[in-house]
T-cell receptor
Framework: GENVEQHPSTLSVQEGDSAVIKCTYS??????FPWYKQELGKRPQLIID?????GEKKDQRIAVTLNKTAKHFSLHITETQPEDSAVYFC?????????????FGKGTKLSVIP | AAGVIQSPRHLIKEKRETATLKCYPI?????VYWYQQGPGQDPQFLIS???????DKGSIPDRFSAQQFSDYHSELNMSSLELGDSALYFC?????????????FGPGTRLTVL
């Protein structure tokens, strides 16, 4: 099955700085890569996703890049704000016909210091 | 916009009891997924349904069963509860049955087994 590794597990940045979180996946058949933000005790909320037919996607301060050859994808957050503090999960899915479970990384706890 | 609804939001049970968790997907969504998230862990896929048929199965214990009904809502039935079943249970829904469909998560049910 799919295996997703995520680094770093914790990340502290000063407000206004950029944050980068990296993930690698094992199954070359995976073709969908979402990123979720989760606050303590709350639901995972989709912040951005990328599909295998594109290499980069941007939405305001958030961008994701995908390298299918190397099987890795990254989340970039610019101009970080204290409200960006949360746990961020990368995930991968897509292994053939049927339904498509998400396999998550272990998460990155991002702390933005005012 | 309407979101995924889960009930109950909190549930306390004793060991060996049974529990039923309910999920109402976003209107018109035809696929439902169940995930279990332990404290400090990433969500783990349990089971999914597409158009009322089981479409994928993950690390779901034999003590658990689930189904999707004609109105697309889903129920997760858990029997012979164990202390280790204490976790957040999330339901997610999507539209289309494709590997690249966005999964939207509900608020979760926090199950505590005493």
């Amino acid at each position: 099955g799919e295996n997703v590794e995520q680094h770093p597990s914790t990340l502290s940045v000063q407000e206004g700085d950029s944050a980068v979180i990296k993930c690698t996946y094992s199954d070359s058949a995976s073709n969908y890569f979402p990123w979720y933000k989760q606050e303590l005790g709350k639901r995972p909320q989709l912040i951005i996703d990328i599909r295998s037919n594109v290499g980069e996607k941007k939405d305001q301060r958030i961008a994701v890049t995908l390298n299918k050859t190397a099987k890795h994808f990254s989340l970039h957050i610019t101009e970080t704000q204290p409200e960006d503090s949360a746990v961020y999960f990368c995930a991968a899915s897509g292994r053939g016909a049927g339904s498509y479970q998400l396999t998550f990384g272990k998460g990155t706890k991002l702390s933005v210091i005012p | 916009a309407a979101g995924v609804i889960q009930s109950p939001r909190h549930l306390i049970k004793e060991k060996r009891e049974t529990a039923t968790l309910k999920c109402y997907p976003i209107p018109r969504h035809d696929t439902v997924y169940w995930y279990q998230q332990g404290p400090g862990q990433d969500p783990q896929f349990l089971i999914s349904f597409y158009e009322k048929m089981q479409s994928d199965k993950g690390s779901i214990p034999d003590r658990f069963s689930a189904q999707q009904f004609s109105d697309y809502h889903s129920e997760l039935n858990m029997s012979s509860l164990e202390l280790g079943d204490s976790a957040l249970y999330f339901c997610a829904s999507s539209l289309g049955g494709s590997s690249t469909d966005t999964q939207y998560f509900g608020p979760g049910t926090r199950l505590t087994v005493l």
